[in-house]
C-alpha cells in the first residue's frame, strides 16, 4: 500500500552536510509518524530520528542531536533528515520507514515500523 523511496545521498566530507528525502505514496501520509533509521558494516540497524504525525514532536538519537534535523512537508507527501556537522561515524545506508497503524511502540524501535524504503547510502570522508 505504501511505498517510500529515499534520495539524497551521497558521498561527503567530514564537516559537511547532505538532505535526505523520503517520498511516500501513501494516500494519508499526515496520519502516520515516520522515522530515519541506519546500519552502518557490521553494526545494528539504528534509529536516529523519528517526527509524531504533524511534525509537532521529534525524537533523535543522543549521537546526532544538534547534527540531524527531521522534518515534513505532508502538503507534499515528503519527509526530510538534514545531516550536518557529518563525521565518518554516520557512514551508513540510512531509510525511511513508516508507522501506518499508529503504534504505541517509541520511536527508536524498529518495530513500530510497517513500511521501508529501499535505502540510501550515506559516505562521510574523513
Known amino acids: 500500500q505504501v511505498q517510500l523511496v529515499e534520495s539524497g545521498g551521497g558521498l561527503v566530507q567530514a564537516g559537511g552536510s547532505l538532505r535526505l528525502s523520503c517520498a511516500a505514496s501513501?494516500?494519508?501520509?499526515?496520519?502516520?509518524?515516520m522515522g530515519w533509521f541506519r546500519q552502518a558494516p557490521g553494526k545494528e540497524l539504528e534509529c536516529v530520528a523519528g517526527?509524531?504525525?504533524?511534525?509537532?514532536?521529534?525524537y533523535y538519537e543522543d549521537s546526532v542531536k544538534g547534527r540531524f534535523t527531521i522534518s515534513r512537508d505532508n502538503a507534499k507527501n515528503l519527509v526530510y533528515l538534514q545531516m550536518d556537522s557529518l563525521k565518518p561515524e554516520d557512514t551508513a545506508v540510512y531509510y525511511c520507514?513508516?508507522?501506518?497503524?499508529?503504534?504505541?511502540?517509541?520511536?527508536?524501535?524498529?518495530?513500530?515500523?510497517?513500511?521501508w524504503g529501499q535505502g540510501t547510502q550515506v559516505t562521510v570522508s574523513s
Open positions: 520507514a513508516a508507522d501506518t497503524g499508529s503504534s504505541s511502540v517509541t520511536y527508536y524501535y524498529s518495530t513500530k515500523y510497517d513500511y
Open positions: 501513501g494516500r494519508t501520509f499526515s496520519h502516520y509518524a
Open positions: 517526527i509524531s504525525r504533524r511534525g509537532s514532536s521529534t
